[in-house]
């Protein structure tokens, strides 16, 4: 974690929080939006919660069966933001230079030359993250956490805004492997597109027949624009009332008799992190107690992990999280 990171969740973090700059948060925000739901029908909470990790610095993990427009997400949004994406199909043979890149002979020069990897670009969509090997799954941790990679010895930055939006079948699906839980720690946020309702799937079927979506959505954004609504969004206040809240928060799901692994250090920031974020799309310079109830479902559930007799009794992590949240006194006292 960086020192820049953990000075961005204080109240003091930057200049403080200037009105003019929030509400350019939110509108470039809702024109980012709004492009991406022409080509996701339906889903507008799904295409919100994307932009709210953009914006935070997180990365994105999207679980749920093929052919319900996880990719296709994530290539709204590249394009909306005019921004360099790469797709990592993540398969068994997949290797971890693959995705870092690799130092090349060249025997003109008589030196080593880097090729960049799959990872050097804003939006990374990495396809079936669970297929890989463990071994290669962990070559993104770096990529994620720290934003660089380090090949032979030397360090490569990666370009802001760095965003990996991961996509993973179900874990009951053949030939995967569970994501270990310090890699699903390093994603913000998980969400599962689910299903279209079926209004928005005949709509789907009389667009997308006809003509591509995706091939006729326009850049209303770029990666110029999108880093400076990411300094913004971390001048957003937190007061220290809502730090404690979110630390009950996570405490909670500590100290929970059916989790068996409770929200780490981490949980907590990204929670706070994400909520500064979606403050700054409601068009607010200051964050409250809701932000985080209605973010830590998505921002928190992929980390817990129930007990087996939790799960024996077919309670799901999603709903142990709901109980608890009901039960965290709102100032943290």
């Known amino acids: 974690m960086t020192s820049a990171h953990h000075a961005a969740v204080g109240p003091d973090a930057g200049t403080g929080p200037d009105p003019a700059r929030i509400n350019e948060v939110g509108e470039g925000a809702k024109r980012i939006q709004d492009a ?7 889903k507008p909470e799904v295409a919100r919660l994307a932009l709210v990790v953009l914006l935070a610095e997180g990365h994105l993990l999207i679980e749920d069966v093929p052919g319900v427009g996880k990719t296709m997400l994530s290539k709204a949004l590249a394009r909306a933001i005019d921004c360099s994406v790469r797709r990592v199909q ?49 070559a993104m941790l770096e990529c994620m956490e720290e934003r660089q990679v380090t090949v032979d010895g030397t360090t490569y930055a990666l370009a ?27 994603f913000m946020a998980r969400v599962s597109m689910g299903y279209p309702v079926k209004s928005a799937e005949i709509a789907m079927l009389a667009s997308h027949t006809a003509t591509n979506p995706l091939a006729e959505l326009q ?15 971390m001048t957003v206040h937190v007061s ?23 929200a780490s250090p981490r949980a907590t920031l990204h929670l706070v992190r994400a909520a500064k974020a979606s403050a700054a799309l409601d068009g607010r310079d200051f964050v ?23 799960a024996a009794s077919g309670r799901s992590a999603r709903e142990i999280l709901t109980d608890l949240l009901a039960q965290v006194p709102i100032h943290g006292d």
């Open 90 to 138: 993540f398969t068994p043979d997949l290797l971890p230079s693959d995705i870092t890149g690799v130092s090349v002979y060249n025997q003109e020069t008589r030196d080593f030359e880097f090729r960049p990897g799959g990872v050097f670009a804003n939006i990374v969509v990495g396809d079936e993250i669970n297929r890989a090997s463990p071994k290669t799954q962990s």
């Open 36 to 42: 991406v739901e022409q080509v996701i029908e339906g």
């Open 288 to 310: 409250i107690p809701d932000d985080l109830l209605r973010l830590a479902p998505d921002v928190l559930t992929h980390r817990l992990v129930p007990t087996v007799e939790a």
């Open 240 to 262: 220290e009332a809502v730090q404690r809240h979110a630390v009950g928060i996570s405490d909670a799901t500590r100290t929970s008799r059916e989790l068996r692994l409770g």
């Open 160 to 186: 802001a805004p760095f965003l990996v939006i991961a996509t993973q079948n179900p874990i009951e699906m053949e030939g995967t492997y569970a994501l270990p839980e310090a890699q699903r720690d390093r």
């Open 219 to 233: 850049p209303v954004s770029d990666a110029e624009e999108v880093r400076r609504l990411i300094e913004s969004v």
